[in-house]
């Protein structure tokens, strides 16, 4: 992927950017990510699961035209699977395939260490870039166009690989064994993101911007659905937000996300509902929520909604103004 257009020339400039890729960008959240591509500092994005952590990291190198490099944290993760994995079958089998040709340099050797000499004079040939399987941190150091390295979900690994990821955004480079160590062409734009299932150190904290992003404002959360979901009724648009609003206030196992949000508004668009109505909640509730608790939860948090909505249609089937029926 080519470079695009660069690095962002002011925090409208990323508002603008962002807007392009329908991404609706406050300017808290452009201002982290203007500063974090100008002082090349990693941004660590916490909240809540489902509120378009991993999304920022996308548009950000849509917009920016980078190529994205996501590294997918869970337990157990080590340096090896995330940096990358010497190929010492492949290296066995470039080394048999070129016997022939040791034969000929180790030819007219007369003593052992000479015999050594001419093999070490060949290190190249053994020791090389071409027996390394990149993982996606040593592909975003050794990219040659800049890249944004997603590392997600970094809560879900082990206080150790936080450790070493620390060294790698500190200096960004890594020490191979059999190569030397390998600095950065480009230093990537990082984004690390959290749904708080541990604390991060206080170490990794301090190299990196903050941000947290929380569950959207009714009136956001409508400009969302709008945007996401062109065809979706302006009536029908404002309940589903209500509902959705009005659910995040229940203690649930699961709060609904802000793509479950969209799901659903998909969902009803597609089945042709112009309003929400006790049925139509009840068939499709399973969308927004993952638990049969939760969905009884629900239920029952909006029957008086569902009730009151129910009692402004008319008997013979017309429903009062749209003014009347959402306020």
């Not at 190198?61 to 190929?87: F, M, P, S, T």
């Not at 600095?183 to 749904?195: D, F, K, M």
């Not at 249609?313 to 003014?323: H, I, N, Y």
Request: hydrophobic residues 40%; contains cysteine; glycine residues 4%.
């Amino acid at each position: 992927m080519s470079s695009g257009d660069g690095q962002f020339r002011s925090i409208d400039d990323v508002i603008e950017r962002f807007g392009r890729q329908k991404y609706i960008c406050s300017r808290r959240i452009a201002t982290v990510v203007y500063l974090a591509s100008h002082l090349q500092k990693p941004i660590l994005v916490e909240g809540p699961a489902g509120v378009g952590k991993t999304e920022l990291a996308k548009v950000l190198a849509q917009a920016l035209g980078y190529e994205l490099i996501r590294l997918q944290c869970y337990e157990g993760l080590d340096e090896a699977k995330a940096l990358y994995e010497w190929e010492y079958a492949k290296q066995l089998l470039y080394t048999q395939i070129l016997k022939d040709k040791i034969s000929e340099v180790l030819g007219g050797a007369e003593t052992l260490q000479e015999a050594v000499d001419r093999i070490a004079r060949q290190d190249d040939v053994f020791f090389s870039d071409r027996f390394i399987l990149p993982r996606p941190l040593l592909r975003a150091i050794s990219a040659p166009l800049p890249t944004v390295l997603l590392i997600d979900e970094i809560d879900k690994s082990d206080s150790e690989f936080e450790a070493f990821l620390l060294e790698v955004l500190s200096d960004f480079q890594v020490s191979v064994p059999e190569l030397g160590t390998l600095r950065a062409t480009h230093i990537p734009l990082v984004v690390l993101t959290s749904n708080n299932a541990r604390e991060m150190s206080d170490a990794l904290k301090r190299r990196c911007l903050h941000l947290y992003i929380d569950f959207p404002s009714a009136a956001q959360e409508l400009e969302i659905v709008r945007l996401k979901v062109p065809n979706i009724a302006a009536a029908l648009a404002q309940q589903v937000v209500d509902v959705v609003q009005r659910i995040r206030q229940v203690d649930l196992k699961k709060l609904p996300s802000i793509s479950e949000t969209l799901d659903w508004a998909k969902a009803l668009t597609l089945l042709n509902a112009n309003r929400l109505d006790q049925q139509t909640v009840e068939d499709t509730l399973n969308t927004i929520l993952k638990y049969e608790g939760d969905i009884r939860k629900a239920q029952e948090e909006l029957k008086d909604y569902l009730q009151k909505q129910k009692a402004k249609v008319a008997p013979a089937g017309v429903v009062e103004s749209e003014k009347d029926l959402l306020h």
